[in-house]
């Protein structure tokens, strides 16, 4: 119930106000053609309330209702009966007919599509018939110069508050698409890549090196007996240090070198070009800040890494080989004691003049 009404009220703020504009830019266009034909005083009464009051009340219905977009349907539909009513009123005058009705129709197909236009045309053929059964259903083709004048405001200034709300939608929209994809990319408990996201990632800076002829390296990183942390100390404590091992690896790294989660307690980050060296710096630095990582309340539990490395090479016939090579370092480090950083056994181990020692 909730969520529809929240829709409904954002649907009623986004009419009201081309519909304050429209209408209140519409009186004077209705006006000006009903002025030379000594209309009865009731009927001004009845176009003062259309063109100042009933914006207003209008948004009081459609904001207060248990629908607020049912609501503001209909208060839609009474606009176009209304237009269709003046329309007879002032007995057809084309140019200001044109204005009016097309105006309208335009708002309901802005705000409601083909249903609501269908829906809209057939109030304003009941709003003829009723302006027409009280006054008669007379045609008067002339057109005075105060009459042009009084159409020009709402041909310009409705049409601009209309595209207004329209080109806010479309950035509200876009913002929410932007969204959702980086939902849909983001690992909900770390907030680093996904399993696929990152995957995708790979595969572009794949690409990139073999373009680029750069040596990016591929990091994989294994939180050592995490499936004991979680029987031992319990699953949110297990989530504790994901979290704290994803709030490292976010702070060592910049956008352009995003880390993902791989798995359970598998990370993966690509480090761009750079000596090999400085790679397994870093994850010292990574490793050793697990290490030393307490949690509050279980100050005994120890947090180690097994890292494999594996350095762009032009022989990896796709992603999946540079991957592999990772894997198979991450292998090594798990089976030679843990709590280590591997390199491939593909990886020349001699580094170029910037090279930095561990």
């Not at 990896?316 to 894997?327: E, F, G, S």
């Not at 004691?337 to 990886?347: C, M, P």
């Amino acid at each position: 119930m909730e969520n529809p009404r929240g829709k409904g009220l954002s649907f009623a703020r986004r009419i009201y106000l081309p519909r304050t504009i429209g209408l209140g830019v519409g009186f004077f266009s209705v006006a000006a053609a009903l002025y030379p034909l000594n209309m009865p005083a009731w009927l001004w009464a009845l176009l003062v309330f259309n063109g100042f009051v009933w914006p207003h009340l209008a948004y009081q219905v459609s904001t207060r209702a248990t629908f607020p977009y049912r609501a503001e349907r209909r208060n839609l539909l009474y606009d176009s009966l209304c237009g269709g009513f003046w329309t007879a009123c002032f007995q057809f005058n084309p140019l200001t007919s044109v204005t009016i009705l097309s105006m309208m129709t335009m708002n309901n197909v802005a705000a409601g599509g083909r249903r609501l236009f269908l829906l809209g045309a057939v109030a304003q053929c009941v709003g003829v018939l009723l302006g027409g059964s009280i006054f008669g259903f007379k045609f008067s083709p002339t057109m005075t110069q105060i009459e042009a004048w009084a159409c020009l405001p709402m041909l310009t200034l409705y049409p601009l508050a209309l595209g207004m709300v329209c080109y806010q939608l479309a950035i509200k929209l876009a913002q929410h698409k932007r969204t959702l994809r980086d939902l849909s990319r983001t690992d909900s408990l770390t907030g680093l890549l996904n399993h696929g996201a990152w995957k995708d990632q790979l595969h572009a800076r794949f690409e990139l090196c073999r373009q680029n002829h750069t040596q990016d390296i591929l990091a994989l990183i294994d939180v050592d007996h995490f499936k004991s942390i979680n029987d031992n100390y319990g699953h949110i404590i297990g989530d504790a240090v994901l979290s704290q091992l994803s709030g490292e690896l976010k702070g060592m790294v910049s956008k352009s070198e995003r880390a993902g989660r791989y798995g359970g307690d598998e990370f993966c980050l690509i480090l761009p070009d750079q000596p090999l060296k400085k790679a397994e710096l870093q994850m010292e630095r990574l490793r050793q800040a697990l290490d030393q990582y307490r949690h509050p309340d279980v100050p005994e539990l120890r947090v180690s890494l097994s890292i494999g490395l594996a350095r762009f090479q032009p022989s990896y016939r796709d992603a999946l080989a540079w991957l592999d090579d990772a894997d198979k370092a991450l292998y090594t480090a798990k089976h030679t004691g843990r709590n280590t950083i591997s390199v491939a056994l593909s990886q020349p181990r001699t580094d170029d003049a910037n090279s930095i020692s561990l």
